[in-house]
């Protein structure tokens, strides 16, 4: 009887503890911009790397007024998080901000650090441009 009671609560305590393991952070999807999604001020970047997904090809923009403006125009652009979070592959726009050589977002239109977001037609159109004039093809 004795060796029933301990078998009991061990599995009782391999229960609880299984429980604990399987209750894990949900992940809380919310809106978001590009600004948001920056750790520091986004006005500090000082380098800009665009790569071209199906190349593999990169261009960078240094001078610091292309840079302010095409920061400005995307910044505040709201990102609505995709309700379908299954990782994907591939990207036809790739865009990496720098301060002083050091990566401080590196992220696609519709993902950002991590989450997937629904295609923002702004976001888009101001990122579109800006490929077809650094790369000299349409996208």
């Known amino acids: 009887m004795k060796l029933f009671k301990i078998m009991i609560s061990m599995i009782l305590m391999t229960g609880l503890m299984a429980c604990n393991s399987v209750s894990e952070t949900v ?56 309700k379908n979070q299954e990782g994907r592959t591939g990207y036809i726009y790739r865009i990496i901000f720098y301060e002083q050589e050091e990566v401080k977002l590196d992220f696609i239109p519709n993902a950002v650090n991590n989450t997937y977001y629904e295609p923002n037609a702004d976001l888009l159109k101001i990122i579109n441009k800006e490929f077809e004039e650094r790369f000299g093809r349409e996208f």
């Open 27 to 82: 992940n809380v999807l919310r809106s978001t911009t590009v600004a948001q999604e920056y750790s520091g001020s986004i006005m500090n970047v000082d380098k800009i790397e665009l790569v071209d997904g199906s190349t593999g090809y990169r261009k960078s923009i240094q001078d610091k007024a292309e840079i302010q403006t095409f920061i400005s125009n995307i910044k505040d652009l709201v990102l609505i998080p995709d």
